[in-house]
Nanobody
Framework: QVQLVESGGGLVQAGGSLRLSCAASGRTTFSNYGMGWFRQAPGKEREFVAGISWSGGSTYYADSVKGRFTISRDNAKKMVYLQMNSLKPEDTAVYYC????????????????WGQGTEVDVSS
C-alpha cells in the first residue's frame, strides 16, 4: 500500500510558476514505483501531464506542457515534484499524483495508487 498526498496548489497569474509536491508513505519501497502527475479540469476527463521512471532516469510529458513543466523525484525523501512554469489559464485543474507498480511512469501505465489532488487555478 502507498499513500500519496499532494500539496503546493493555489491561485497564480498567467505566466507565473508553482511547484507541486507529492509525499509518499507506506510500508512499500518508493523506488518500486514509477510516478505520474495527472490533471482534471472542470467538465473534462483526467489527462496525463508528466511521468518519471523509478530511478528518475526517464521522464515523459504531455505535449501541452513540454518545455514548461518538469517532473522530478527524490527517492530518499519519498517525494515527487512537478515544477510548473509559464502557467496558462488552460492549466487550471485539480492535479493528482499517482504510483505505477510497473516502475515506468508512462502515460498509459496502469497506476495503482492515487492522491486526493491539489487545485491549481491560473488567472488570465
Amino acid at each position: 500500500q502507498v499513500q500519496l498526498v499532494e500539496s503546493g496548489g493555489g491561485l497564480v497569474q498567467a505566466g507565473g510558476s508553482l511547484r507541486l509536491s507529492c509525499a509518499a508513505s507506506g510500508r512499500t519501497t518508493f523506488s518500486n514505483y514509477g510516478m505520474g502527475w495527472f490533471r482534471q479540469a472542470p467538465g473534462k476527463e483526467r489527462e496525463f501531464v508528466a511521468g518519471i521512471s523509478w530511478s528518475g532516469g526517464s521522464t515523459y510529458y504531455a505535449d501541452s506542457v513540454k518545455g514548461r513543466f518538469t517532473i522530478s523525484r527524490d527517492n530518499a525523501k519519498k517525494m515527487v515534484y512537478l515544477q510548473m512554469n509559464s502557467l496558462k489559464p488552460e492549466d487550471t485543474a485539480v492535479y493528482y499524483c499517482a504510483a505505477d507498480s510497473s516502475r515506468q511512469g508512462l502515460g498509459w501505465s496502469q497506476y495503482d495508487y492515487w492522491g486526493q489532488g491539489t487545485e491549481v487555478d491560473v488567472s488570465s
